[in-house]
């Protein structure tokens, strides 16, 4: 789809007016600092907003650099993460703060192709901290923002891939100030889905969330939990404080294992790799 320029306008107008009058203000937007910028990015995957605002400020009080982040300990990294849920992603930051410190002079990297290489990083995370962090105009797709160009351009259309969204995103795109564009996006989905109830039904990639309670991530997360409350725990012990059945037990530790969230040595079980 090939939009005119007048389209462009309006639409870009329409955004703007809603930004300037309830655009929403956060401890991570209009930062220099692209630390900040890469924490709130990732601990926004998959989690929503009103979860994050206080994890953010004691995440950045806990570890207010990617040096103080690279030398802390797995342990001390998923115990502030608690209540974020996918830990995985707090050992994503653990990571790559290391890889930060150690092979770019603790600076992040601008090229998003080599943000790609970062554990925990794919495409559209790599665009949107370069966005952010170096107010450069890529392009990406977020919930948010897909909901604004579905209820915009798609109202009559179902089963609509993000491949025919990605070029109206381009079009659109304020490449004089994309940071706080892709902000007022954001924001403008939000009140969408709040104010007029709007979804992402339509979207091809849309799929209801499976259920938490009894689900393997729930385990998975009592386990994070326990390990960082209580320290090394017995795996028999570990085992029984879970109470479900043991060989989904076992499963999903072996798997957390495997991860390299969890270390397991002689019938104990901690966090990160087993103490020497």
């Not at 955004?15 to 401890?27: L, M, T, V």
């Not at 605002?53 to 990294?77: C, D, G, N, R, S």
């Not at 029984?240 to 499963?251: E, F, G, P, S, T």
Request: glycine share 6%; proline share 3%; with cysteine.
């Amino acid at each position: 789809m090939k939009l005119s320029k007048h389209t462009v306008s309006l639409f870009q107008k329409k955004i703007w007016d809603f930004y300037k009058k309830q655009g929403r203000s956060f401890a991570w937007r209009n930062v220099s600092d692209p630390y900040r910028v890469l924490i709130s990015e990732l601990m926004l995957q998959q989690t929503q907003t009103h979860r994050v605002i206080h994890k953010f400020e004691e995440w950045m009080h806990a570890f207010p650099t990617f040096a103080a982040l690279a030398q802390a300990t797995l342990h001390e990294v998923l115990l502030v993460w608690q209540g974020l849920g996918y830990n995985r992603r707090g050992k994503y930051l653990h990571e790559i703060s290391k890889k930060v410190v150690v092979e770019f002079d603790g600076t992040l990297p601008v090229d998003q192709e080599v943000l790609m290489t970062f554990p925990g990083i794919g495409q559209a995370t790599a665009a949107s901290i370069s966005a952010f962090a170096f107010n450069t105009p890529t392009v990406f797709i977020e919930t948010n923002i897909r909901t604004v160009f579905l209820y915009t351009f798609f109202q009559k259309k179902d089963r609509v891939h993000d491949r025919e969204i990605l070029p109206l995103v381009a079009q659109t795109v304020d490449r004089f100030n994309p940071r706080e564009w892709y902000y007022a996006l954001m924001d403008y989905g939000v009140m969408l889905k709040r104010d007029l109830k709007i979804s992402n039904r339509s979207s091809a990639h849309y799929a209801k969330q499976s259920r938490f309670e009894g689900s393997d991530r729930q385990i998975r997360g009592q386990i994070i939990r326990l390990l960082t409350r209580r320290g090394m725990i017995r795996f028999d012990d570990l085992i029984d404080l879970l109470a479900c059945d043991n060989r989904r037990a076992q499963r999903i530790i072996a798997n957390l294992s495997n991860e390299g969230l969890i270390g397991l040595n002689n019938g104990d079980v901690s966090i990160g790799s087993f103490p020497l």
